[in-house]
């Protein structure tokens, strides 16, 4: 088994399915983004360029959406914490915001334009 699929399944529910989703609703938001394992953890990009990544956060044990360029970007919803470059959207495996997750995959992928 690939490591990026045993990333995903190593998780306990509700955020291994939290997790999956936001996976295949990443890989088919936009024909140009492809999946990859760097860093140790499952990567997005967007025409060969750094989009986002998965993760959960070690303290909250939330998943959450990082956003490679998210300083550049003003959200609501996003938080930069302790982190110079990117900024993170928390999720709530229970209840995907789905609508805020396009919102700012939308917003990120116009920094390439």
């Known amino acids: 088994m690939r490591p990026i699929d045993e990333y995903f399944l190593k998780h306990a529910e509700p955020i291994k399915s939290c997790l999956q989703?936001?996976?295949d609703h990443i890989l088919g938001?936009?024909?140009?983004?492809t999946e990859v394992w760097h860093y140790g953890m499952p990567f997005y990009y967007y025409k060969d360029k750094r989009l986002c990544y998965l993760w959960v956060h070690k303290k909250l044990q939330q998943p959450y959406l990082g956003i490679v360029d998210g300083k550049l970007i003003e959200h609501s919803e996003l938080l930069l914490e302790k982190r110079a470059r990117m900024k993170i959207l928390l999720i709530n495996p229970l209840e995907i915001d789905i609508a805020t997750v396009?919102?700012?995959l939308r917003l990120a992928i116009s920094l390439f334009a």
């Open 21 to 23: 989703f936001m996976r």
């Open 29 to 33: 938001f936009n024909e140009h983004i």
């Open 102 to 104: 396009d919102e700012i």
